[in-house]
Every structure is written in C-alpha cells, then in structure tokens.
C-alpha cells in the first residue's frame, strides 16, 4: 500500500518489535503478530480495533515493552494481516486463539486488552478453552456487545429510526476516504475524539485509519452493525476492567456501563471526561496504567496459584 501506514516520528510512531511472526487461524487466515520486550517478562496481549492495526497500540508498547512481553497483532484485513472472505465475530475469536497458543506457554496466562472490536473479539472468545486457559485478567477500552448503531452519538439527532438509518449509511460506507487532509482530519476528530484532542494524536489515528482499505473497512462495519455479544460478556468470567471515554460517540459511555453491569468479575468502570473513542491514543498513560495494574495484581497470583 503506498500511502503512510501511520506517523514515522513521535510518541506515536511504532516501535520496532522484538520479533515478527505468523500465527494460523482456523480457517487458514494468517495474522501478522508483533512480540515486543523481554521474553521472559509477563505476557500482555493487545487486539486492536475497527479500521486500526498494531501501530494504534504504539504508546502502550513503547511504555509496557520495558517490563512486559506485549503481544500485538492486526486483525484480518488489517494492518500486515492479509484480508480473509470470513468476517464474523467467531473469525475474530479464532483469531485470538491462533495468536494466544502461538506466542503463550502452555498455561501460560496473559493481560488481554481489547479496544472497541478488540474488545468485542474478547467477548466473542470468552467461552473458548484456549481464551481461558491463557487469560489472566482482560481490559475492555471503549468498546460495546450489542446495539452499536442504534447507540451510537456520531449523528447528532434524537434516538429512533432515523438517527440509526443515517449512522449505519455512514459507518458502512463504500466510499474511499482518500488523502489525510485538513477536512479528513476534522471529520475524524468529530466522529472518534474527544474535542481537546492534540493535533498530533488526530493526526496519529488518521493515518492508521486511512491505510485501513474501504472493502475491509465495509466488511467489518457490517458485522458489527449486527453484533449481538451480550452472552459473551455473561461468559467474561476472569477479572476485567472497563475504560470509556465520556465523549465517545461510537460506543458512548451507554455501552460500557451495560457491560460494568453483565459482567461476572467486574473490577470497576472509568469514565474519562472529554475523551472520545480512541483511548489508548487520547489517553496513552491511563490506559498503559490500566494494564500494567492488572498484570501486575493477576499475572502474579494465577503463576503461584499453578506453582
């Protein structure tokens, strides 16, 4: 793809992995798989996604790599994972599974962080033994199981029929969203950030979005226009923090306090004023913060549990 994948410079910019490798899906997908930091440190599994790839995640692998083995990895169709004609959110959990048995120990157990469809990847695996025998703990960022569209703010109308017609002809739309431009950036900033976002925190997820390309970006909007995980989070059963951001039009503060509520283990809900959907982005520190307290407080304990 010619066009820039994401920044070259800045906290943004991704750093270079410890090693590369290909993890093999169910059905024959393959997933490029990223593995930064000390290998014998513990393990942190970050899924990134609608539209994005491993660079969104930048900030919390150049923080975490120092003491943690972080594990990121595109999502099929995105980033350096070649697109797959099976996109269904049980694609998405045997996705995960590949990943988890390709870069874990057996019984091995890692922090899993999911933003928006990573998230709902996490939801859509919960129930899986592989998913269970390697996570330790889970982070849901900004991220919904059900009713995406008829919840989401993006246009500014009252609840009904026509707020969700107008959302779902827009988050699926067929057109290419072409160069990053003055106009691109503001569009993006309205539809997926908080309004104080930094210039160049719009102008890191606008890259990373552009690159993304318009099949897969209107494949994956038709999923998750029908996405119904609410049994999924029921079946979230290991220790789970949920961060949103309170300007969120995606998936608005609604969705994560639905999902605060089914949780089985819930260890609580953070709100963050005037942050919108991309939340490790707009807020790197918390959300770096968020993880390395789950590893450290469940990484720990499941190891001398099994000891």
Known sequence: MSRLLHVDSGPYAPPAPAR???????????????????????AVVLAHGWTCSTAFWA???RELAADHRVIAYDQRGHGRSPASPACSTDA????????????LAPGERAVIAGHSMGGMTVMAASGRAVFRAHTAAVLLCSTGSSQLVA??????????????????????????????????????????????????????CAR???????????????????????HGVRELDVPTAVVVGTAD????????????????????????????????????????????????????????ESA
């Open 249 to 304: 039009r995606l998936t608005p503060p609604v969705q994560a306090r639905a999902l605060a509520a089914a949780l089985p283990h819930c260890l609580g809900l953070t709100e963050l004023p005037g942050i919108g959907h991309m939340t490790p982005v707009e807020a790197p520190e918390l959300v770096g913060a968020k993880i390395r307290e789950l590893a450290g407080a469940h990484i720990h304990v499941v190891t001398e």
């Open 208 to 230: 990373i979005v552009h690159a993304c390309p318009r099949k897969v970006r209107h494949t994956w909007s038709n999923v998750l226009d029908l996405l119904d995980l609410d």
């Open 59 to 61: 900030a919390q692998i």
């Open 92 to 103: 998405l959990a045997d996705d995960l599974e590949a990943v988890l048995t390709a870069t």
């Open 151 to 204: 919840s989401s703010t993006v246009v500014p109308l009252r609840p009904g029929r026509l707020r969700t017609w107008l959302t779902r002809r827009i988050l699926g739309s067929r057109a290419p969203l072409g160069p990053v431009t003055p106009l691109a950036r503001r569009i993006l900033k309205y539809g997926t950030m908080g309004p104080g976002s930094a210039p160049h925190m719009v102008e890191a």
């Open 20 to 42: 590369e490798l290909t993890a093999v899906s169910a059905d024959g997908a393959r997933l490029h798989v990223e593995v930064h930091g000390p290998d014998n440190a513990p």
